[in-house]
């Protein structure tokens, strides 16, 4: 994958005079700077740098190519309740195509289109959100009367770097769940099968939070390279851990405590919602720690008391049963993990190494059962439970 | 002789909406207006568990 972007306008020195004008103080800027900064897992010193890439005058153009989409991926990005960074975005690119926020219609709209991609051949983000519809020759999504299938081809083969906002252009999302009647594809599997060697960044959710796609715009235009991408094309930043693991309802599940039904006593007192369906476990995305529109603490599915249906892990979001109960993939640790405090005077030592290896090991077979006899517990206590039955 | 004024997109407004307009001397005749996108939710939720069938339905519009 071409990870370098030479195509992009210089970005260096310029001072951030439009900023300014707007309001936002150079101290309130370098705040957010270094919270995107950090949220990305940067160093700190990087959120001057993003700075400075940000209020350069050259503004980089984006199209954004609006597919089989709600709009939602939109909203979220313009709702994300920041007050200068919603300012801050229509003043960083320069968005000459959008359109639902293009002023402009008709022949107007599509001439500001057409005029961008030639004057920024090669240079130019696009943006796509939406998945795309190849069946029956890709009739059901067409602008001014082109299928999107060939305007992706046209547009994704001249951008700099393609950025799938949403599930929808990241995996199919939505529209591509069974039957899929339209052949919903995704953005990645058009380029593969059209030989189109554009790079892209999926940045999967429906919708998705707007800080992650803010926060991969930021990182192109300082770095001029792609972030850190995991095997499905996601930023490490964001994608990298399970939501299950940062859940601020874990402890709850490591103690074997959920909520069994909807209203019942446990969902009351905020317990675990493994059993409710929850694909916390099997979905990689930093909703607990990022939360959204800036509400506050708890602002995201779980705080708010429902499960994870896994809106933006492939094949789990709209592909697995909402109350199916999730697949685990890592494990509650056991009670005979090895102790985190070492005894005086002693450090860890090749044997007691390897000993703790060939504990984890059975702690993974320990684990499984512990699993299972969750179920056992809650049967116990007199409750119904269809997952019980198997264990 | 009429003529055929077409305006896709339409924008500001959410989804793919396409404007067609037959103009016959300075007045318009006949008008058409079409979605330009279709995803076959109904297709999708029919047969589908009522209890989750609010997750394909609530995307109809992210407005």
């Known amino acids: 994958m071409k990870d370098g972007f030479e195509g992009l306008p210089d970005l260096s020195g310029g001072p951030g005079e439009r900023l300014l004008a707007r309001g936002v103080s150079r101290r309130d800027f370098l705040k957010v700077c270094t919270g995107i900064a950090a949220a990305m897992g940067l160093p700190l010193g990087m959120g001057a740098q993003i700075a400075e890439a940000v209020t350069n005058p050259k503004r980089p153009p984006v199209i954004w ?34 359109e639902t926020l293009n002023a402009g219609a008709g022949k107007q709209c599509e001439e500001a289109l057409k005029k961008s991609m030639q004057e920024n051949k090669g240079k130019y983000i696009l943006v796509v959100d939406g998945s795309i519809p190849v069946k029956d020759g890709g009739i059901y999504c067409k602008i001014g009367g082109k299928t999107v299938l060939s305007l992706l081809e046209e547009q994704g083969s001249q951008a700099a770097a393609v950025i799938a906002i949403g599930s929808c252009s990241s995996w199919g999302g939505m529209p591509s769940a069974y039957p899929n009647p339209t052949g919903a594809t995704p953005v990645h599997a058009i380029f593969k099968e059209k030989g189109i060697k554009t790079p892209v960044v999926n940045i999967p959710g429906c919708p998705p939070n707007g800080y992650n796609f803010l926060s991969t715009v930021l990182y192109l235009l300082t770095f001029k390279k792609l972030p850190q991408l995991d095997e499905e094309g996601r930023p490490k930043f964001a994608y990298g851990r399970l939501i299950h693991d940062n859940c601020e309802r874990r402890p709850h ?111 993974i077979g320990v684990a499984a059962a512990t699993s299972k006899n969750l179920g056992k517990k809650d049967k116990d206590k007199g409750k119904s439970d269809p997952e019980s039955k198997e264990s | 002789m009429s003529k055929r004024i077409v305006i896709d997109p339409i924008t500001r407004i959410e989804g793919h909406l396409r404007i067609d307009c037959e103009v016959d001397g300075g007045k318009v005749v006949n008008a058409w207006s079409s979605g330009q996108m279709w995803r076959g939710i109904e297709l999708i939720v029919k047969d589908r568990d009522p209890r989750e069938v609010w997750l394909f339905t609530q995307r109809f519009c992210g407005v």
Do not use: M
């Open chain 1, 65 to 98: 190519l609006s597919a089989q989409e709600c709009t939602g991926c939109t909203e979220s990005l313009l709702r994300t309740n920041h007050p200068t960074l919603e300012k801050l975005i229509l003043e960083l690119i320069s968005l000459d195509y959008h």
């Open chain 1, 253 to 363: 599940f490591d103690a074997g405590r959920f909520a069994l039904e909807f209203g019942d006593d446990g969902h009351r007192k905020g317990y675990c919602l493994y059993k409710l369906g929850c694909k916390g476990p099997e979905t990689y995305n930093n909703c607990p720690t990022l939360l959204y529109n800036d509400a506050g603490s708890q602002a995201w599915p779980v705080g708010t008391g429902h499960p994870c249906f896994g809106c933006s892990e492939n094949k789990v979001g709209f592909n697995i049963p909402l109350h199916t109960p999730a697949v685990l993939k890592d494990v509650t640790p056991p009670v005979n993990f090895p102790g985190i405090v070492e005894d005086k005077g002693k450090g860890v030592t090749v044997a007691g190494a390897a000993i703790a290896a060939g504990v984890a090991g059975a702690a």
